[in-house]
T-cell receptor, first 112, second 111 residues
Framework: NAGVTQTPKFRILKIGQSMTLQCAQD?????MYWYRQDPGMGLKLIYY???????DKGEVPNGYNVSRSTTEDFPLRLELAAPSQTSVYFC???????????FGNGTRLTVT | DAKTTQPNSMESNEEEPVHLPCNHS???????IHWYRQLPSQGPEYVIH???SNVNNRMASLAIAEDRKSSTLILHRATLRDAAVYYC????????????FGTGTSLTVIP
């Protein structure tokens, strides 16, 4: 199994550009999450989803949008990139009950 | 949501046991205690989790206080590969399912 796959691994954006960070999991997990991690800091929850068609805001949702049309995919959309969105973005998924998070390898985004 | 408090950093000698503490005085009865670690330049990885009883797995042990207001992650013999940031997280699995990470404890292993 591939687990949680994130693409791209790296991206440089200009201010005002938009992009979509892709996240896919092949474990049939209902729950999926997007986090960002700024240098030297812990992870901040951006959005999460408890199943297809259901999403909710986390701690830092401003400037981002998500959708969950299938169980497997949970893309994160940046509409108007700003330098403050320079960060490493991690996607994670988990099964039901108390099962743990499985993380992808991250996308390193730089906005200049 | 219940918060956790961890020391910013700890040091351990290689091949010695390491006890990483976590305080969670506002924990509720439905909160699970999860531990993750993040190696340099990698995504977080799951270590262990529990509700009330102590737990053991191949990576570590989790000791949970009787009142559940604190817990300790125990690495039985630290190796250089265990140098990482360790996060203690509380999560309600019956509502919301949010997993909020704090700043964690940065563990340095001294050869």
């Amino acid at each position: 199994n591939a687990g949680v796959t994130q693409t791209p691994k790296f991206r440089i954006l200009k201010i005002g550009q938009s992009m979509t960070l892709q996240c896919a999991q092949d474990m049939n997990h209902n729950y999926m999450y997007w986090y960002r991690q700024d240098p030297g800091m812990g992870l901040k929850l951006i959005y999460y989803s408890v199943g297809a068609g259901i999403t909710d805001k986390g701690e830092v949702p401003n400037g981002y949008n998500v959708s969950r049309s299938t169980t497997e995919d949970f893309p994160l959309r940046l509409e108007l990139a700003a330098p403050s969105q320079t960060s490493v973005y991690f996607c994670a998924s988990r099964g039901t009950g108390s099962s743990p998070l499985h993380f992808g390898n991250g996308t390193r985004l730089t906005v200049t | 949501d219940a918060k956790t408090t961890q020391p910013n950093s700890m040091e351990s000698n290689e091949e010695e046991p390491v006890h990483l503490p976590c305080n969670h005085s506002t924990i509720s009865g439905t909160d699970y205690i999860h531990w993750y670690r993040q190696l340099p330049s990698q995504g977080p990885e799951y270590v262990i989790h529990g509700l009330t009883s102590n737990v053991n797995n191949r990576m570590a042990s989790l000791a949970i206080a009787e009142d559940r207001k604190s817990s300790t992650l125990i690495l039985h013999r630290a190796t250089l590969r265990d140098a990482a940031v360790y996060y203690c997280i509380l999560t309600k699995t019956n509502t919301g399912n949010q997993f909020y990470f704090g700043t964690g404890t940065s563990l340095t292993v001294i050869p």
